[in-house]
Nanobody, 120 residues
């Protein structure tokens, strides 16, 4: 089982990034894919999760600037980060879970993170 996050970078406030989580070695029935982030000095927090059915998505942050999408053909889950703000600066990780959860302790398999830096 492998998960690989990519797509991070440096953007100005108000900008957009699309993060990708490429998945191999699993089926959508085995794991659901969640996105988490960890800012410097802070605990890792849940951002969003997509269930077995792609319409079944969960968002764990108060703001609604982030959305999820999935490509079954390429086995990739995308996290769309819109209107990015400096407080969104963090390392973003995708993880495989048995069921969606905002608690990073519930992640069974982590992918490598990707850095998102938002300048003001």
């Amino acid at each position: 089982v492998q998960l690989q996050a990519s797509g991070g970078g440096l953007v100005q406030a108000g900008g957009y990034l699309r993060l990708s989580c490429a998945v191999s070695g699993i089926t959508w029935d085995d794991y659901v894919i969640g996105w988490f982030r960890q800012a410097p000095g802070k605990e890792r927090e849940g951002v969003s999760c997509m269930g077995v059915d792609s319409w079944n998505t969960h968002y764990y942050l108060p703001e609604s600037r982030f959305t999820l999408s999935r490509s079954d053909a390429t086995k990739t889950v995308y996290l769309h980060l819109k209107n990015l703000q400096p407080e969104d600066t963090a390392v973003y990780y995708c993880g495989g879970l048995i069921r969606c959860s905002s608690d990073y302790h519930d992640v069974s398999k982590w992918g490598r993170g990707t850095q998102v830096t938002v300048s003001s």
